[in-house]
């Protein structure tokens, strides 16, 4: 049987389409035409004969019956003109859908590096800064020995003072009101000389180590710099543009510019892979005046006309040797060179390598430097830190030695850092099957599992995490009790 409709193939194609032409059109106790089984000139079909719609055999249904039917090489309702004798649905190309079928995808245009004319420009605001009285007071032996107290450097010409207080920074009344609602008892070291130099407009570098504070050593002077632009317009891309290594670090920054922008009715969005593009478009495209992103999903938007960065004049490149030790240069080289150049540009980092130091060279003018701390990472002395050097064999037995001592405090919780995403599952099912309430977090989980898997660390649900180097800094957890390595 097989053989027989594998050697009358258009025959057998033709009754097929006839009944399923006559069923679309609810036409029942329909017969072939006697032309279908008496046709002399056989057609052997090829595999791009199927690739749309239902056929393209005789646009469907029968050559002499001029009902076009469904079918279309291209792919969609028919390859002869669709219902009728060349007319209606369809026509070559192929109407609906594609080679495959399906939605058609978004045209990608490679981004090249505008022309800027600065005359052209409109001109914005940057400088928000106004010394507070108690500043203007302070001398230049008390600068001096506050960054003394507080290991703290800074680099460049016309360097702010530091302020003590939040009421010194100059802040509107509705953000010292948000930031005084948080109940911070005062700043940071780095937010009392980053604030100032952010708000004066000035091309800045932040260097200090994670959980210090920066997030708000740029969220707070960009909801001031935001206040004082114009209204967007439709089409308009946003206002302040984030840049941030993971999908992680970017969620907890929109966390802080939501908190924060709140009373101003700042809106944000949060753009990073390994989550669905609808919600996100739909956000660049209402229009907003923050957008947080990781370097790769935002170039996608870019390149399809999703949002454009016209209106951007306050960028921020946070974490930012993270991000090049990831391989992301040459899409922030991209995204850079798309925003006007009379910007102001933060860059904020832990450490200080060649790579960074290049890439401050390139886009930033004339900017100030603050240290807080060593240019390179390095051990808290804070921490007690234990080294033992084992066989591959004896880990595991140790591994749970140190948790057994670690969850005798019922509040501990344990972050277990392995070297690879496949150690890092291992690792957490070996746990899991001995009875320990270990979840894993790495590159490879959806963003939705990431999400419920530090949900359930944080509240303690789940008190031990397996982790990669995705949360190796800048998620916001601070509370754990005990880190163990299990590879190196």
């Known amino acids: 049987m097989r053989a027989l409709i594998a050697s009358h193939r258009p025959v057998y194609d033709k009754i097929r389409f006839f009944f399923l032409f006559c069923a679309h059109r609810g036409i029942?106790?329909?017969?072939?035409?006697?032309?279908?089984?008496?046709?002399?000139?056989?057609?052997?079909?090829?595999?791009?004969?199927?690739?749309?719609?239902?056929?393209?055999?005789?646009?469907?249904?029968?050559?002499?019956?001029?009902?076009?039917?469904?079918?279309?090489?291209?792919?969609?309702?028919?390859?002869?003109?669709?219902?009728?004798?060349?007319g209606g649905y369809g026509g070559r190309g192929g109407g609906r859908g594609g080679r495959f079928g399906g939605r058609p995808q978004a045209e990608r245009v490679e981004l090249s590096t505008p022309e800027w004319d600065l005359d052209a420009l409109?001109?914005?605001?940057?400088?928000?800064?106004?010394?507070?009285?108690?500043?203007?007071?302070?001398?230049?032996?008390?600068?001096?020995?506050?960054r003394k107290e507080h290991d703290m450097t800074c680099e460049g010409s016309d360097i702010p003072k530091p302020i003590t207080s939040f009421d010194e920074a100059g802040f509107p009344d509705y953000v010292l009101s948000e930031v005084k609602q948080q109940g911070f008892p005062k700043p940071t070291a780095i937010q009392c000389q980053g604030w100032p130099m952010a708000l004066s407009g000035r091309d800045m570098v932040g260097i200090a180590?994670?959980?210090?504070g920066k997030t708000l050593s740029y969220c707070l002077p960009a909801i001031v710099h935001i206040n004082a632009q114009p209204l967007l317009k439709h089409g308009d891309g946003p206002i302040v543009l984030v840049l941030a290594p993971t999908r992680e670090l970017a969620v907890q920054i929109q966390t802080e510019c939501?908190?924060?922008?709140?009373?101003?009715?700042?809106?944000?969005?949060?753009?990073?892979?390994?989550?669905?593009?609808?919600?996100?478009?739909?956000?660049?495209?209402?229009?907003?005046?923050?957008?947080?992103?990781?370097?790769?999903?935002?170039?996608?938007m870019l390149e399809t006309g999703k949002t454009n960065l016209r209106r951007v004049t306050y960028l921020v490149l946070d974490e930012a040797d993270r991000m090049l030790d990831m391989g992301f240069e040459p899409q922030i080289r991209k995204i850079v060179d798309q925003i006007r150049p009379d910007r102001q540009t933060l860059m904020w980092s832990a450490t200080w390598p060649k790579e960074v130091k290049n890439l401050t060279r390139d886009y930033l003018l004339d900017p100030i430097q603050v240290t807080v701390g060593s240019l390179e990472l390095a051990a808290s002395h804070t921490i007690t830190q234990v080294v033992e050097v084992i066989s591959q064999f004896e880990k595991n037995d140790r591994l749970l030695k140190h948790l057994e001592t670690a969850t005798t405090d019922k509040e501990a919780k344990c972050l277990v850092f392995a070297s690879t995403k496949r150690a890092c599952d291992e690792v957490t099912s070996f746990l899991r099957q001995?009875?320990?309430?270990?979840?894993?977090?790495?590159?490879?989980?959806?963003?939705?599992?990431?999400?419920?898997?530090?949900?359930?660390?944080?509240?303690?649900?789940?008190?031990?995490?397996?982790a990669t180097d995705v949360a190796a800094r800048g998620i916001g957890m601070y509370t754990f009790s005990h880190l163990l390595l299990t590879t190196v």
């Open 28 to 86: 029942k106790d329909a017969h072939p035409p006697l032309s279908f089984f008496t046709a002399t000139r056989f057609h052997t079909p090829k595999m791009s004969d199927y690739n749309g719609g239902y056929s393209n055999y005789n646009s469907g249904y029968n050559n002499n019956t001029h009902l076009g039917g469904y079918g279309g090489n291209g792919g969609g309702y028919g390859n002869g003109g669709g219902y009728g004798n060349g």
């Open 122 to 146: 409109p001109p914005f605001e940057k400088n928000f800064y106004t010394e507070h009285p108690d500043v203007v007071a302070r001398s230049d032996a008390d600068v001096a020995a506050f």
């Open 209 to 212: 180590s994670t959980g210090s």
């Open 258 to 300: 939501s908190k924060f922008g709140a009373s101003s009715r700042i809106r944000n969005t949060c753009v990073y892979g390994g989550a669905p593009k609808g919600q996100q478009i739909r956000d660049l495209q209402r229009g907003l005046e923050i957008c947080i992103a990781t370097p790769g999903r935002l170039i996608d």
């Open 434 to 466: 001995d009875g320990w309430p270990a979840l894993a977090i790495h590159g490879d989980k959806d963003q939705h599992e990431r999400d419920w898997v530090l949900k359930e660390f944080r509240s303690g649900k789940s008190p031990i995490m397996v």
